[in-house]
């Protein structure tokens, strides 16, 4: 018996979005919510860490100023289907901050990679991608640090 596997996308809360928007009026850095078969044949799935050294032009995220205010950091995966001709085709949020999925989506449909040949011929491929926020470490002395090294400081100095 042969099974048939069906991936659920879904809409990004987006601020200013009505709920009910319809796919075909969505940004394309948006994900809607529908079914998606996969295709029957000719993709292929690459490792991220294989898929990582085939890219050719890359955006890095813009960190989102309200996640950076509140101090999230963390990592987002995605699953990214790339085109025969390299460019990225769809994808689905596997996991990550809901403060930073948007600004990592937006990010990686920019992305280009180098076209994967499969016998000679180009073939569309599936892999993951992790985009990570960090935020820079901040100084315990500053007096921007909401941490318990405030304490520490005010005794010191």
């Known amino acids: 018996m042969r099974l048939l596997l069906i991936s659920l996308q879904c809409l990004l809360s987006v601020p200013g979005l009505p709920a009910q928007t319809p796919a075909t009026t969505l940004p394309p850095n948006l ?57 990225v085709e769809e994808i689905h949020l596997v996991r990550g901050s809901p403060a930073l999925v948007e600004a990592a989506i937006k990010a990686v449909w920019q992305w280009r990679y ?28 500053n007096g921007k640090f909401a941490g318990s090294y405030v304490w520490m400081c005010a005794q010191t100095t």
């Open 114 to 141: 180098e076209p994967y040949l499969l016998n000679g011929k180009p073939v569309e491929v599936e892999t993951r991608v992790t985009v990570r926020f960090r935020l820079p470490p901040r100084s315990a002395c």
């Open 31 to 87: 994900v809607s919510c529908q079914f998606a078969l996969p295709k029957a044949s000719g993709r292929i799935f690459v490792s991220e860490s294989v898929q990582e050294e085939r890219i050719l032009d890359s955006v890095q995220p813009a960190y989102p100023s309200e996640a950076k205010r509140k101090g999230i950091q963390g990592d987002v995966m995605l699953r990214v289907i790339v085109g025969e001709d390299g460019g």
